[in-house]
């Protein structure tokens, strides 16, 4: 099972540092085959030791360059970070990442040799289409990405349920998540609400590989728990 731990804008240096040296205390108990992802804001980003991976939230599909406010892959390696996160759907609603854009970053970090975890979602006003309208929507943002690449794995979050206390229901991740696993046959995360009262739940659902957190995750007990109980 994958747990990863998506701080978005949250945590400094300072609490991201303490953030895992708490957790590397709790991962001394983590089963073997489980692997956990950490994913602190950009200026977090550091050589830390552990049982994890620590991967970027974004980065600008560049080694260098005048690209002002973003980084590269020169920034990232100074860390020896070699996982991003891309597709994500705040980079694709707020920051205005299109498919074509999301594809382009998708093609550098691949040929970078990148791990790569790959977001997909749809909106409210899609889901409430029905399970046609739902697999329409999610495999079209699989254009330009190239679904067969060795180091990818996949995070299904439907938009509505990120953030808002409400996750998808069994019946609507078990379902989505069989339809996706007939395109992509790569490790395929569930994101959403998840938090240590639904964990079990989720993870027990055929199909789900692990898990992509946001706000349980922000507590290190809260995110310890979810490793600890599924
Ligand atoms: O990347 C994580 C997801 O957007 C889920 O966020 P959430 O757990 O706060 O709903």
Redesign the pocket.
């Known amino acids: 099972m994958i747990f990863a731990a998506?701080f978005k804008t949250n945590h400094t240096r300072a609490s991201t540092e303490k953030y895992i040296e708490v957790l590397n205390e709790k991962l001394l108990e983590k089963k073997p085959e489980d692997q956990v992802y950490i994913f602190p804001p950009a200026t977090a980003l550091g050589k830390y030791e552990g049982d994890f991976t620590l991967g970027a939230q974004n980065a600008y599909p560049t080694q260098n360059g005048a690209f002002t406010g973003e980084i590269g892959t020169e920034q990232l390696e100074e860390f020896g970070i070699k996982t991003i996160l891309i597709g994500?759907s705040e980079r694709r609603e707020h920051l205005g990442e299109s498919q074509d854009k999301v594809a382009q970053k998708f093609t550098f970090f691949k040929e970078q040799g990148y791990e790569i975890l790959y977001c997909i979602g749809e909106p409210l006003e899609i889901r409430e289409k029905g399970d046609e309208a739902v697999m329409e929507y999610l495999l079209a943002q699989f254009d330009g990405i190239d679904i067969s690449y060795k180091d990818l794995i996949v995070a299904y979050?439907p938009i509505w349920?990120?953030?808002t206390g409400r996750s998808a229901t069994v019946e609507e991740i078990a379902s989505t998540h069989q339809a996706l696993k007939q395109t992509v046959q790569k490790p395929l995360l569930y994101?959403?609400?998840?938090k240590p009262a639904n964990i079990q739940e989720i993870t027990a659902i055929r199909g789900v590989d692990g898990v992509?957190?946001?706000?349980?995750s922000l507590d290190v007990e809260s995110f310890a728990t979810m490793i600890g109980e599924k």
Do not use: P, R
């Open positions: 998506n994500h979050e349920a990120i953030g994101g959403g609400s998840v992509l957190v946001g706000s349980a």
